[in-house]
């Protein structure tokens, strides 16, 4: 019998750690699979960040480094200036990228760096428990505002990929996220869009996936999807915010 569906051998065997229904194997896997069919994955280097995906490098079988808290652009940016033929990608959390790591991301967009960010935004720290991140929604309740988020003395969500639109090196800059197989497709092409930039060496590309966290939303999956819905695509929504080679049309 032919086969049809399997596995990517891009993937490793081991188990994640990742809570279930977390969303972060979901988007290994599209990863992976898009490194493969660019037939590119024999010369990819990831950067793992600190947050829940701290142990990526355990989950692909393409050399990773392990990058500070935040720092990860900027590691990124070593690794492909030393190694300008490899597939360098970044995978970042919100309160990776967007707290600490909020100077790295920034320069390394704005200087145009040859490398891929994929950004994860479930709007709370995962790791240490469940606080509040720049992405939290105002009104949302976290460890570290029980009473949800107020906007006049915490702030409002930060717009992570709407600020790197505004800079003028960055070629791809776009918003997806997974609660439907639909979208999850549109994730997967995105994805494969931002390493084909990279790969033809037409500068930085930055894809922003809207996710959940079961765990620390204190919901079960499906109702966590129906939550991200209603309430996380409002504030964060989806589409391509900076295209300047037409990656989508070709």
């Keep these: 019998m032919k086969q049809v569906f399997g596995k990517t051998n891009v993937l490793s065997a081991n188990p ?3 809570c279930p229904g977390c969303d972060h194997g979901v988007v ?3 990863i992976a699979e898009s490194l493969e069919e660019l037939e590119v994955a024999d010369r990819s280097i990831g950067v793992a960040p600190v947050g829940c995906s701290v142990f990526a490098y355990d989950y692909f079988n393409i050399d990773f480094n392990q990058a500070a808290h935040g720092r990860a652009p900027a590691v990124a940016t070593g690794i492909k200036r030393t190694r300008p033929d490899s597939i360098v990608f970044t995978y970042q959390g919100d309160g990776d990228l967007a707290a600490i790591g909020t100077a790295e991301i920034i320069h390394a967009a704005n200087r145009g760096e040859n490398i891929t960010v994929v950004f994860i935004n479930n709007g709370i720290y995962g790791m240490t428990g469940g606080q509040m991140a720049p992405t939290t929604l105002v009104g949302m309740k976290t460890q570290t505002s029980p009473y ?6 915490m702030g409002s969500p930060i717009r992570v990929s709407e600020i ?3 800079l003028e090196s ?3 800059v776009t918003r997806v996220t997974l609660n439907t197989i639909a979208n999850q497709i549109k994730t997967k092409k ?3 869009n931002a390493f084909t930039l990279q790969k033809e060496k037409k500068g ?3 894809v922003e996936i809207v996710c959940i966290c079961p765990t620390n939303w204190g919901k079960k999956p499906t109702d966590a999807h129906k939550w991200l819905t209603e309430n996380m695509l409002p504030v964060f929504p989806l589409g391509t915010f900076k295209d300047i080679h037409g990656i989508e049309k070709a």
């Design 164 to 166: 790197i639109a505004t």
């Design 28 to 30: 290994h896997r599209l």
């Design 148 to 153: 949800g988020r107020d906007a006049a003395t």
């Design 170 to 172: 960055p070629a791809y």
């Design 16 to 18: 994640t750690h990742y």
């Design 190 to 192: 995105a994805i494969k």
């Design 204 to 206: 930085f590309s930055f």
